[in-house]
Structure formats: C-alpha cells, structure tokens
C-alpha cells in the first residue's frame, strides 16, 4: 500500500458531515465560524470569491477546491462587502431546505448566479493536524484538476441528490464517504503537483525511497523498526537515508515514527474502545509503564490523566 493510503487510514477521519446544494443568484456572502472545519466546493455553474485570512481565489465552473482550515472563509459574489456576510447558519435559515434562490428584490435582474455543492466536515484535530498542517489554505491550485478527476464532479452531483431524499438507510455513511473521497482527489492533486524543491514533509510521499519507509511505518507502526532496517528495506545506506528522511520530513525516521504512534495512541484514548494497556500493545509499547512515559514527553500528561481531560471536556 502506499505512502498517502496508509496515512489516510489513521488520519481520515471526517465526521458530522453536512453538504447544500446551493443556487445563488444577486448579491451573496457568508462565512464559515466552526472549529475543526473542513470544507469542500464544487462548482457545477457560474463563479464566486473565497477568502482566507491570507489568499483569496475565484472559483468558476468545473472547479473542486478544498479549504483544509475552512473557519474565518468567507464565499461571496463579486464585488461583496464582506464585513456584512452572515454565518453559514444564519445565511442559510432565510431559505428553505438549504436551496438558495435569492433572485429577489434588487436581484432579480441580475445575471450573476451560481450553483454549487458546499460539503461541511468536522475532523479529529489532533490525529489528522499533522497532515493539515502543511497545507495551503485552498488546494489544489487552480487548473491542476485533470478531465479524469472532473468526472467525480457528475458522480458528486448523482450521489447527493439521491442522498438527498429523507431517511434514506445509510445516509449519513455515504456522505461521510463520498467526502472522503473528494478529499483524497484533492490531496493527491496537490501532492503530485509539489515541485521538488518544496520544503514541504509531504514531499517524501512521493520519493522513490522515502515513500516506501513511510508505508512501511504506517502500514506496522506497532513493529520495532530500526533505521538500519528501514534503510535496507529501501535499498539505502543507513546514513544516506537518515539524512535524506531528515531533508524531507523535518526530524529522524524514528523519531517521526513515535510521534505517529503517539497520535495514534491519543486517537484511541478519545474513544471508549480499548484500555490504556490495550492501547500501549496497539502502537508498539511492551509495557505501560514504558508507554506512559512515551506519551508524557509528548503531550506532558499520562494517558490516563489524557483520557480523563478529554472525557472531561466531552461532558461540558
């Protein structure tokens, strides 16, 4: 399996998932104030304005844009005032059903319209952070989006209005999956875009060597692995490779795979499933002790005193 497949397993983990299919014509604007928001586009017609606290992009017809950090966005048509744009919540309970037709009053000559898919996720912050982290604010870059990759726009458009209809069984489940779906279309866009002089980690996921270490560790982050043994593994020398994982990726091949094991550990002490022993066995941990002390230097609390604060702050 490769790199970005195994890391997707523990890092994709979209929930809540809400989508509008929406069609605006006139004057429009809102923004998106959820935390921990992921937000996806698809545009069937017509065009609007994004904005980011540090970019701004035009979208038009065709487009399938990804905002990774989707909270302070504002979407808006040309020539908007944004300091007057309403919350998403607050725009959306002026019409009915989530489908905007505001060709009304002053607007109701105007030629400016769009129709779009707007798909709202929430994501587990901590396991998939990393991952975001390294991302622009809306990807991939505009016209990087292939013919092939556009036909996922035809099937979006099928797949929801069918999802559409109320208390359908397994709703929820194809949303959440068709979004993570459209999700990995547009990390991979970017990914196989980055040029080679990026300073960005997620350009090991696409080096010849450094892809199949990263698959490796990912695919059995519970297994011991030794740099000498990754090394071998991708046909390198010990210190070439340590030096090359190090160029690429920020810090030493075991040291990455720690901190994976770690978010991975954290992931399940917000679930219910396993016990702290259970959860030490799963990443790689012979003892709790040793695990215990693992994840103190890390996130400077126990596991049991992490599962606590976060069932703590669930409750709230």
């Not at 009053?105 to 998939?128: G, M």
């Not at 720690?258 to 002490?269: D, P």
């Not at 693992?294 to 409750?315: E, G, V």
Request: net charge neutral; with cysteine.
């Amino acid at each position: 399996m490769d790199a970005l497949s195994t890391l997707l397993q523990q890092a994709q983990h979209l929930s809540q998932t809400k989508y509008y299919h929406l069609h605006i014509a006139g004057d429009w604007g809102y923004s998106i104030i959820n935390e921990q928001t992921l937000c996806l586009y698809l545009v069937e017609s017509g065009s609007f304005c994004i904005n980011t606290a540090d970019s701004s992009r035009q979208v038009y017809a065709g487009d399938i844009v990804m905002l990774p950090h989707a909270k302070g966005h504002v979407c808006h048509t040309l020539g908007h005032q944004t300091n007057t744009t309403k919350v998403l919540d607050e725009f959306l309970s002026d019409y009915d059903k989530g489908v905007i037709d505001s060709t009304k009053d002053s607007a109701k000559n105007s030629t400016e319209k769009a129709r779009f898919l707007l798909v709202e996720c929430q994501y587990d912050q901590q396991t998939i952070q990393p991952l975001l982290a390294v991302l622009p604010a809306i990807l991939p870059e505009q016209g990087t989006i292939s013919k092939i990759q556009f036909r996922a726009l035809d099937q979006a458009f099928i797949s929801l209005t069918l999802e559409s209809e109320p208390e359908r069984l397994g709703q929820l489940a194809m949303v959440n999956l068709w979004a993570s779906m459209v999700m990995v279309e547009c990390l991979r866009t970017y990914i196989e875009t980055l040029s080679e002089t990026t300073d960005s980690w997620l350009a090991a996921i696409r080096h010849p060597y450094l892809a199949k270490a990263l698959a490796m560790m990912h695919g059995k982050p519970n297994y011991s692995w030794t740099t000498c043994e990754l090394a071998k593994a991708v046909g390198m020398s010990r210190s070439s490779f340590t030096q090359r994982f190090k160029d690429k990726v920020g810090v030493p091949p075991l040291t990455y795979l720690i901190q994976y094991r770690l978010r991975i550990a954290a992931h399940h002490l917000r679930l219910p499933y396993y016990n702290i022993g259970q959860i030490g066995t799963l990443v790689g941990y012979s003892s709790n002790s040793t695990f215990s002390q693992a994840f103190k230097r890390a996130y400077d609390m126990s596991p049991r005193q992490y599962r606590q604060r976060y069932q703590n702050l669930s409750t709230q």
